[in-house]
């Protein structure tokens, strides 16, 4: 709304109360009654505004809060069924640390928020050990590239500002997509480079698998349909289970 308006707005709510009072007034000719209740409704003021601060408007920024982390959470799904697990699951399969680590993050049914926050504490310590390889590098540069488009929407989507942890996520896979769009040749890169993309594929790797876990304990709690199946195509295993129909 902008200020005319508001000013057209507000002068209109004005004038039609001084219409109704002089209505009132032509009526009843009673100017003392209503001195009375204009007094008395000027004096609870202060309560309304009270009430509509500390109850109602508490109420619709819940609604609106839980509205976009639905909206934030359903990002993150997306983000994950388009490319996210399978970047995921190529990285691993670079990590020849995975198995140590895989009894500590991959999910079970039994999990509650206190395994969650454990295995989130793990991934802090999370350090890799990435066989990096020409082919495997190729393979996450295509990916990554035909997912192009679908990062910059996921940058520019404003309900996601506030979920600081998904966009430095994004903004570490989009990053990686950047270095590797950048080289031609995987196959006589210099060690340099080879430290560099390294430390650009494990940091991206540690956000990855921080949002999983959080994306997995979300969909435990409110699509168990969904957790069912993440549950045993996890990316976090070497060799995830297939996908089969019950």
């Known amino acids: 709304m902008n200020r005319k308006t508001l000013i057209i707005m507000s002068s ?11 209505i009132h007034l032509l009526i009843f000719r009673d100017l003392h009654h209503i001195m009375i ?40 799904g997306l983000f994950f069924s388009e490319g996210g697990t399978e970047l995921l699951t190529l990285i691993v399969a670079m990590d020849q640390d995975a198995d140590e680590i895989s009894s500590e993050l991959i999910v079970a ?9 454990t295995a989130l504490k793990r991934v802090e310590k999370l350090e ?7 082919d495997t590098l190729l393979e996450i540069r295509e990916l990554l590239n035909s997912r192009r488009e679908f990062l910059l929407s996921l940058l520019g989507n ?24 950048a ?27 921080k949002e999983w876990l959080r994306y997995m304990e979300n969909i435990q709690r409110n ?24």
């Open 12 to 22: 209109a709510l004005i004038a039609s109360s001084v219409c109704m009072f002089a």
């Open 37 to 76: 209740y204009t007094i008395h409704d000027i004096a609870f003021l202060p309560i309304e505004v009270l009430i509509v601060s500390l109850f109602f408007h508490r109420i619709i920024e819940s609604v609106q809060k839980k509205n976009m982390l639905e909206k934030m959470n359903m990002a993150v």
């Open 109 to 117: 049914p039994q999990w509650k928020k206190k395994e969650y926050e």
């Open 128 to 134: 890799g050990d990435l066989q990096i390889t020409p």
């Open 158 to 181: 404003p309900n996601l500002i506030e979920h600081e942890t998904f966009t430095d996520m994004v903004l570490a896979v989009f990053h990686l997509s950047e270095e590797l769009a």
């Open 183 to 209: 080289r031609d040749d995987f196959y006589f890169l210099p060690e340099s480079d080879l430290r560099h993309l390294d430390i650009d594929i494990m940091r991206a790797y540690k956000l990855l698998v």
């Open 223 to 246: 699509y168990p349909y969904l957790f069912s199946m993440a549950v045993r195509t996890n990316p976090l295993k070497k060799n995830p289970d297939p996908v089969f129909r019950q």
